[in-house]
């Protein structure tokens, strides 16, 4: 193959790379969110579905900053827990049983995020170890009742590793390093940054969207 | 002279692809150690609630300082820090910021000053 060819070859394939990198999954139907469109965002203490008790409140300690950079009022965390266990109640799920009326009552928020944890920790292997975080997110209208929005991201440790070429002895002190760093449990901490910076940034593909107290409120769609 | 042409326009791709589907828009707020302060309390074993408070107010000065804007969140969690520490009158006047700040915080920081001044 002559070098243009190949030049052209490579030119195409990133056009269809980024073409289909970000849009592989259907739109999402935004008709109930900009219906609703909320000011406030009550972020409840998250669902921990793993075994690593650390994960509800290190995950929550993230999810403030993109959602009030996209635009959003966001209840205090340290408060809205607060105030759960002055009520009674320390466990998540029991929280997100709460009934939106009571919770609109007591926080005034116009909608409620519901975030639940699926993977958070890391995974020993004999080359690699890997940390991954993974949680999903429901925000649901509180005064309807109405699902606004729906959706799920991932981090992994490895994300940033495969760029790595170092051959086999590279491979072996990269995992015990790795192996050193994950053990103290920071490693999660700072992957579940990136798993939930990414689950909740606006001018994302099928994300939230930007909200009132952001420049591109109503712009989303249209700066992609 | 194509293949040049042709070159560059695949380097200007990769640009587009690295940079990934958006480019974020500049900072709304100054975050400075907030979330790190808020892992803090969570965690609860790290700092006792003066250093917390000492590094909220420090952060709050450097934010001032330099004309940034202060987080949502940010003078309601410092309130939070002084009322277990029994500052009754420092947690009244931090929700009574966050509430000129934010309206939208009014219904919850009303709660806590009838729940938790008495």
């Not at chain 1, 390093?177 to 910076?197: E, G, M, Y």
């Not at chain 2, 929700?95 to 000129?100: F, R």
Request: charged content about 15%; aromatic content about 10%.
């Amino acid at each position: 193959m002559s070098w243009e060819k190949y030049t052209k070859v490579l030119a195409a394939a990133f056009v269809f790379l980024i073409m289909t990198g970000c849009a592989t999954k259907p739109p999402f139907d935004y008709t109930a969110y900009k219906e609703n469109y909320p000011r406030s965002i009550l972020v409840l203490p998250p669902l921990n579905n793993t075994p690593e008790v650390q994960a509800s409140y290190s995950v929550l300690s993230h999810a403030t900053r993109p959602l009030a950079e996209a635009g959003y009022y966001v209840m205090p965390v340290t408060l809205v827990a607060e105030a759960f266990k002055e009520n009674g109640m320390t466990q998540p799920a029991d929280m997100h049983a709460t009934s939106a009326d009571k919770l609109q009552k007591i926080f005034g928020a116009d909608a409620a995020l519901y975030i639940t944890i699926t993977k958070y920790g890391t995974v020993y292997r004999v080359i690699n170890s890997e940390t991954l975080v993974t949680a999903e997110a429901k925000l649901v209208d509180l005064k309807t009742g109405k699902l606004l929005w729906t959706g799920v991201a991932s981090a992994s440790s490895e994300e940033q590793q495969s760029q790595q070429h170092g051959g086999l002895a590279g491979l072996l002190i990269t995992a015990i390093v790795n192996q050193v760093i994950a053990s103290t449990l920071d490693q999660s901490h700072q992957i579940a940054k990136n798993s939930t910076t990414r689950l909740l940034s606006a001018g994302l593909y099928n994300g939230v969207l930007y909200g009132p107290r952001s420049p591109n409120f109503g712009k989303d769609g249209k700066i992609d | 002279m194509t293949t040049i042409r042709l070159s560059l326009a695949t380097i200007l791709l990769v640009c587009l692809a690295l940079q990934g589907c958006a480019t974020q828009p500049a900072s709304l707020y100054q975050w400075q150690g907030y979330e790190n302060n808020v892992d803090a309390y969570f965690r609860s074993d790290k700092l006792s609630p003066q250093a917390q408070t000492q590094l909220m107010e420090e952060d709050l000065q450097k934010i001032q300082a330099s004309g940034g804007i202060v987080p949502p969140g940010y003078y309601a969690h410092l309130g939070l820090l002084y009322g277990q520490q029994g500052n009754l009158d420092q947690f009244s006047l931090q929700m009574q910021a966050e509430k000129k700040q934010y309206p939208e915080s009014e219904t919850f920081m009303d709660f806590l000053l009838r729940n938790f001044k008495k």
